[in-house]
């Protein structure tokens, strides 16, 4: 779709991609509060999918205050409606979106999770992979209720270790 070479991640601190964040959420009309922001730091500065659990633990340590698990949820659903953060369905932990200061659209993503430390990286589907899944499916007499990807991997490191 867009040619740019553009790296992602890394590159970017976490303050940059918050500040982003909070932008995009007053263009549309909504709020990036302080507890919405702290959930969305964890995912950033971590760089692995995280439970709501680890989040809740997360934003205790960076707000000296318990944050209940039914909060986090509820944060981590307005993130995901902003395209802020993705649901790893399977591994049932969220992810941020490592195109938040990115100006393209967002393409259907496609997941690494490595199974043992949860490092996730996020890669665009091919237009042609996707059409063939979603012929595969259709032949198969279903429905795609998602073409989001997620691949259980291990990373390079835990591969080497
Ligand atoms: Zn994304
Ligand atoms: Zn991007
Ligand atoms: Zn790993």
Redesign the pocket.
Known sequence: MNSTK?S?GKKNSYKKALAHAEAQCADSGSRLTQKRKVVLQGLLQTGQAMSAYELADFCRDELGEAMPTMSVYRILEFLEQEQLVHKLKLANRFVAC??I????K?AVPQFLICEQCYKVSEISIKESTLRTLRNNVETAGFTLASPQIELNCLCESCAAA
């Open positions: 553009k992602h490592i195109h200061t990115c100006d393209h967002h």
